[in-house]
């Protein structure tokens, strides 16, 4: 999800925590169990930092260890001892609780984005990614704004948050379901289908789909049971040539391979050099894909520049590479 929906969920968790009647009784414990919600529904997060390294290594990481069995331990050890350290007069081992289940809820709905998470891990590197939810949820967060506002406005936070996370299970079963009914049509439209992605978008009903077919990669769109064919793709393998060779090899292209399950590629030969380009079908947005990789090198074989990343400017393409010059 979101910051600001990992923000209004941790603030809600706070409220809801006084269902405890340690947290409740005790106001140094019901205190920094406050801080701790909203801190634990950031922290596995830290990891954006890396994209001020470069997108190669944010991509691969993003979502990944900071995300891991391990990690959820050890955000929620460190949050609860940290905050100990100002409340000495909480009761420990419910600082850590609400913590731990702060941090585990924040990888918990990520897992329901079309990003995913590396949750599994160390057991699995696998990303976990079921696309039921949109990164940002106008209905999620928006459910948590209407709580927070009547908890301040007086109302007790116990029962507030009970009925809003009980209207949200429901509210993502709803998806569930949804998810079902457009896959089901997506299977009687598209012949030969191997394997389905949907992307939900901010509007309730609409998907974005990419699908990898037995020879063909398709991307539609598809509103309720309505599916819009916008482009195919003839599904061919990478070359295995001294070009190809040397562009998996670059950083960037491996960061973009790592992470995106659907592709087509091209190689583009100019007068003074050559460009390979990787291009996401999932992420279609108004006839651009905006979720790319290329690589530039001369002719005989050394790379010149590379970049990965969300660019939806086409113009800003040239500057990238001029910018990410090896």
Same mark, same amino acid.
């Given at each position: 999800?979101?910051?600001?929906?990992?923000? @209004?969920? $941790?603030?809600?968790? $706070?409220?809801?925590a006084l269902v405890d009647?340690?947290? /409740?009784n005790?106001?140094a414990?019901?205190?920094?169990v406050f801080?701790?919600?909203?801190v634990?529904?950031?922290?596995?997060d830290?990891?954006?930092v890396?994209?001020?390294r470069?997108?190669a290594? /944010?991509?691969?990481?993003?979502?990944?260890?900071?995300?891991? #069995?391990p +990690?959820?331990?050890?955000w929620?050890?460190l949050?609860?001892?940290?905050? /100990?350290? %100002?409340?000495?007069e909480a009761?420990?081992f419910h600082l850590?609780?609400?913590?731990?289940i702060a941090?585990?809820?924040?990888? %918990?709905?990520d897992i329901?984005? +079309?990003? $995913?998470?590396q949750?599994?891990r160390p057991?699995?590197?696998?990303w @976990?990614?079921?696309?039921w939810i949109?990164?940002?949820?106008p209905f999620?967060?928006g459910?948590?704004l209407v709580?927070i506002l009547?908890?301040i406005?007086g109302?007790?936070?116990?029962?507030?948050f009970t009925?809003?996370y009980l209207?949200?299970?429901?509210?993502?079963l709803y998806?569930?379901a949804?998810?079902r009914?457009?896959?089901?049509? #997506?299977?009687?439209?598209i012949?030969?289908v191997?394997?389905?992605?949907?992307?939900?978008t #901010?509007?309730?009903?609409?998907w974005?789909?990419a699908v990898?077919?037995?020879?063909?990669f398709?991307? +539609?769109?598809?509103y309720?049971?309505?599916?819009?064919?916008?482009?195919?793709?003839? *599904?061919?393998?990478l070359?295995?040539n001294?070009?190809?060779?040397?562009?998996?090899?670059?950083?960037?292209i491996?960061?973009?391979?790592?992470?995106?399950?659907?592709y087509?590629w091209?190689?583009?030969?100019?007068p003074s050099?050559?460009?390979? *380009?990787? #291009?996401?079908?999932r /992420?279609r947005s108004?006839?651009?894909?905006?979720?790319?990789?290329?690589?530039?090198?001369?002719?005989?074989l050394n790379?010149?520049?590379?970049y990965?990343?969300w660019?939806?400017?086409?113009?800003?393409i040239r500057?990238k590479?001029?910018?990410?010059t090896?």
């Open positions: 999800m979101d910051t600001g929906t990992h923000i @209004v969920m $941790g603030i809600a968790l $706070g409220g809801f009647p340690v947290v /409740y005790d106001t414990t019901a205190q920094s801080i701790a919600t909203i634990g529904s950031q922290i596995p830290i990891d954006t890396l994209k001020l470069n997108n290594v /944010y991509i691969r990481n993003h979502r990944g260890i900071t995300h891991s #069995i +990690a959820v331990l050890l929620s050890v949050v609860a001892i940290i905050l /100990y350290f %100002f409340f000495p009761n420990l850590w609780l609400w913590s731990f941090v585990s809820l924040h990888v %918990f709905v329901f984005n +079309a990003y $995913g998470t949750a599994l057991f699995s590197s696998k @976990v990614a079921l696309g949109n990164t940002f949820d999620i967060f459910s948590h709580g009547f908890w406005l109302g007790d936070p116990r029962i507030i009925i809003i209207v949200l299970i429901g509210y993502y998806r569930f949804l998810r009914a457009v896959i089901h049509s #997506i299977e009687d439209f012949p030969d191997e394997k389905i992605i949907l992307n939900p #901010i509007k309730f009903f609409q974005r789909v990898i077919a037995k020879d063909k398709y991307v +539609a769109r598809a309720k049971r309505s599916i819009v064919l916008l482009d195919e793709f003839k *599904r061919v393998p070359p295995d001294p070009i190809m060779n040397v562009a998996i090899q670059d950083k960037n491996q960061a973009f391979l790592s992470f995106s399950p659907v087509r091209e190689i583009e030969e100019e050099h050559i460009e390979v *380009r990787f #291009i996401d079908l /992420y108004n006839d651009h894909y905006p979720f790319f990789a290329i690589v530039k090198m001369d002719y005989d790379v010149l520049s590379s990965t990343g660019i939806y400017n086409k113009n800003k500057k590479l001029e910018l990410n090896i």
